[in-house]
């Protein structure tokens, strides 16, 4: 009485030994999680984020094994899973940050390793939106915080013109 169930076929890209840290990667990842293919490499190319790059490879990379090793339609598409991992970050790369009176201490420079699959099925559920800032609101945010002097400045300019 076993039941054989059919799985939707899936293609995976994995990026190892990325040089940047896990929690600027799964701000990303979180952004795009459950999407389609072809929304989320919008939303990658067009974010502010500087982990969106090596994302954005990283997902056509897996678009393009879908197309070629599983003839997957690459329009139909959808990010069925992603998993950011840390590296070895604590052992290979550490640089010395000079301190008071002579002192060291470490900077551990953090790797990360991401794998994406996408399959041509959405994912059954989504999960909730996290708290936190997302990629979206993060490429619609000023570059700098506006100073007061600055916002007299607009107010009283605003108020000449009126």
Do not use: C, W
Not at 17 to 39: C, H, N, Q, W, Y
Not at 55 to 64: D, F, G, K, Q
């Amino acid at each position: 009485m076993t039941e054989s169930v059919q799985a939707a076929p899936r293609a995976v890209a994995h990026l190892r030994f990325v040089r940047m840290a896990p929690r600027k990667l799964r701000r990303v990842a979180d952004a795009i999680r459950g999407k389609s293919v072809r929304e989320a490499l919008v939303l990658l190319k067009f974010s502010g984020v500087y982990a969106s790059e090596p994302i954005e490879r990283l997902v056509r990379s897996a678009t393009a094994n879908a197309g070629a090793n599983h003839n997957m339609d690459a329009d139909a598409l959808y990010i069925a899973r992603i998993t950011v991992d840390g590296g070895p970050g604590g052992r290979f790369t550490k640089r010395l940050d000079p301190r008071a009176q002579g002192r060291a201490y470490f900077k551990r420079k953090r790797l990360s390793h991401v794998t994406v699959v996408v399959s041509e099925q959405p994912p059954a559920r989504t999960r909730r939106a996290r708290p936190g800032a997302a990629v979206a609101a993060a490429a619609k945010q000023p570059r700098r915080p506006i100073s007061r002097a600055r916002k007299r400045a607009a107010a009283a300019a605003a108020g000449a013109q009126a």
